[in-house]
């Protein structure tokens, strides 16, 4: 039996899309990814993604696991005919959180949007934020090891899981679905998928770490003349804020001005202009914290030294969002305004 056939046999019409049908899944964000695979596998279960890897393992076909599809450098695209595009979308189930040990488990299609509003009612959080989170899937976050708007107070996404179950390239399922924070037993297999991007196997499910919500935010937007102010900022945010540090976010002028150029709903709340500006956010789970004093006192401290050009503290949710756009909508400038080719560099401060 050819093995689409096999494919289709196993998984149904709904399961199993070839032709015209698997367009959505076949090219890149950007648009400048992706060949039409053989096909694109759409399992309900991990028993039916371990079946489709043994079988694609056994005819010699490429396997490309494949989340949100909100990537931006090809991964999680075909690059051959021959490939099977395993997408996760219809695996979407969520376990109840648990308040106790602070986790929850669920299976890596789930939306992260859908993650934030389902834990919102219990008081918790899942600490991590990014532009795409309207459309970005657990497994596909693990995949890439994000780090989001939130990394600088809760670490990237490796460090927001606890446990996985992982369907191996042979189709055999790795269950490390452990649900403890202190967990020294053995290797930490856990952190060896995160990031790997699908090549060691297909995340199937996960249990991930949550937070109690805060009770109060303080987020400021603030200009900057250039990236070693805001380096000499960084450093006096760190030591005055401390733990409520939440968010630290830096984009260009440049960048600002791309999103301004090309997407009517932002503006720009203020009146002078930087060379880099910094997007600064407080949080804390008491209401007796007095974080706007704090943030005021460090915007104050960064003008008095000529580190801060201007600055405002958001004063409802609705600012706070829109402040937060200007960093999250950055991509969508940058692709509106021209072809790219995408990078994630990290240094360390001078």
Not at 47 to 61: F, K, T
Not at 101 to 124: D, F, K, N, Q, Y
Not at 202 to 208: F, G, K
């Amino acid at each position: 039996m050819m093995p689409d056939t096999a494919l289709a046999n196993l998984l149904g019409p709904k399961g199993w899309l070839t032709g015209p049908d698997t367009e959505q899944y076949c090219r890149d964000w950007l648009d400048r990814y992706g060949v039409e695979p053989l096909g694109v596998a759409r399992p309900t279960s991990t028993e039916e993604v371990a079946a489709v890897v043994r079988l694609c393992h056994a005819s010699g076909l490429s396997v490309v696991p494949q989340g949100g599809n909100t990537g931006l450098c090809g991964g999680a695209v075909a690059q051959r005919s021959d490939t099977v595009i395993v997408s996760l979308a219809r695996m979407t189930a969520m376990d109840m959180p648990n308040p106790a040990s602070t986790t929850i488990r669920v299976e890596a299609g789930v939306v992260l949007a859908t993650l934030h509003a389902a834990l919102e009612p219990h008081g918790l959080v899942f600490p991590m934020h990014l532009g795409a989170e309207g459309s970005a899937r657990i497994g596909g976050l693990i995949g890439t090891n994000a780090g989001g708007s939130h990394a600088f107070r809760y670490g990237m996404m490796q460090d927001l899981v606890l446990g996985l179950e992982v369907v191996l390239p042979d189709g055999t399922v790795w269950d490390g679905l452990r649900a403890v924070q202190k967990d020294n037993a053995g290797y930490q297999l856990r952190k060896v998928f995160g990031g790997a991007e699908g090549t060691l196997g297909i995340v199937t499910r996960a249990v991930l770490k949550l937070y109690p919500a805060p009770r109060q935010r303080a987020t400021a937007l603030l200009a900057l003349p250039d990236a070693a102010a805001a380096v000499t900022l960084a450093t006096h945010l760190r030591a005055e804020a401390g733990e409520f540090l939440s968010g630290l976010e830096f984009f260009s002028d440049l960048g600002l001005a791309w999103i301004l150029k090309h997407l009517d709903a932002l503006t720009y709340p203020l009146e002078t202009r930087g060379g880099v500006y910094a997007l600064v956010e407080l949080t804390s789970g008491s209401a007796r914290v007095p974080l706007g004093e704090i943030l005021n006192a460090a915007l104050e401290w960064g003008m008095e030294r000529g580190l801060v050009i201007d600055g405002a503290l958001a004063m409802s949710e609705q600012q706070r969002a829109h402040v937060w756009r200007l960093r999250e909508e950055q991509p969508e400038g940058q692709r509106l305004e021209a072809a790219q080719l995408k990078h994630d560099i990290a240094v360390p401060p001078p």
